[in-house]
């Protein structure tokens, strides 16, 4: 009966413990606001919502949607790395299948970040997080001066016609940032794990994790419906991995 009744303490304590741990979270995440501003990048007007940290920020991030989404589903990622000091941003990607055009416009973003007062006190270390599509943009503007990371989140890849490997797959070659990529296992949805083959190109992939049975909708937050009803259902438990590994990043590039 002892050792019964010492096993509910136990189990009690730990259910305490996540629990406050997540009440923490929540209050943490309903101090930060968000304000949505109108800018003429690289041509064209974009919406983009900026989540200042309450402190002075350790740097900034710009967040990604993937294809045929838009900013409000990176705002939960975004609004727990400013609860951890990052001055963050989530904008409209201005172009729906030009991943190109939309690299261009986070590389004007992170000009900005680096060279204006635009939102706030400039920065001078930048992160990309990118979403399926907006994975792919991110990658492509992951060189640019400033940027000091890049997160792939599930991140899609494209043929190109009479090229001889994917427009990604050319980039990531290339490319000397250091890359956290997060993935679920192959599906419709990701194009088949359209990014694993980043792996072996990355000269500095810090780290490559496939989420055991995640659906592509696990990496944006919030997600809905109709990503769920394409794509699969979500789980809290890998919603809270990817979440972990975004935070991870933000602690080892934005100190």
Request: include cysteine; charge should be positive.
């Amino acid at each position: 009966m002892k050792t019964i009744h010492k096993c509910r303490l136990l189990l009690a304590a730990i259910v305490l413990v996540i629990v406050h741990g997540h009440v923490f979270a929540v209050q943490a995440l309903s101090k930060v606001s968000v304000q949505t501003l109108v800018l003429q990048v690289n041509g064209a007007k974009v919406e983009v919502d900026v989540y200042p940290p309450t402190a002075t920020p350790t740097g900034a991030a710009i967040l990604a949607h993937g294809g045929f989404r838009n900013r409000k589903t990176m705002a939960e990622h975004a609004q727990a790395l400013a609860a951890r000091g990052v001055l963050a941003l989530a904008p409209n990607l201005p172009c729906l299948f030009d991943h190109r055009c939309n690299a261009r416009a986070i590389v004007e973003l992170v000009h900005q970040l680096r060279g204006t007062e635009t939102f706030g006190p400039r920065v001078q270390r930048v992160v990309l997080v990118g979403f399926s599509a907006g994975g792919l943009s991110s990658l492509l503007a992951a060189d640019t001066p400033g940027v000091v990371g890049f997160v792939g989140l599930d991140a899609f890849d494209q043929s190109l016609p009479n090229a001889s490997e994917n427009l990604g797959l050319a980039a990531a070659s290339r490319l000397a940032t250091e890359t956290l990529l997060m993935r679920a296992p192959a599906s419709r949805c990701n194009a088949e794990s359209a990014s694993a083959p980043w792996r072996s190109q990355l000269k500095a992939l810090w780290r490559d994790e496939l989420i055991a049975g995640a659906s592509h909708c696990d990496f944006e937050a919030p997600t809905d419906w109709m990503c769920r009803l394409a794509c699969g259902e979500t789980d809290a438990s890998r919603q809270a991995l990817v979440r972990k590994g975004l935070l991870d990043a933000a602690a080892r590039w934005l100190p």
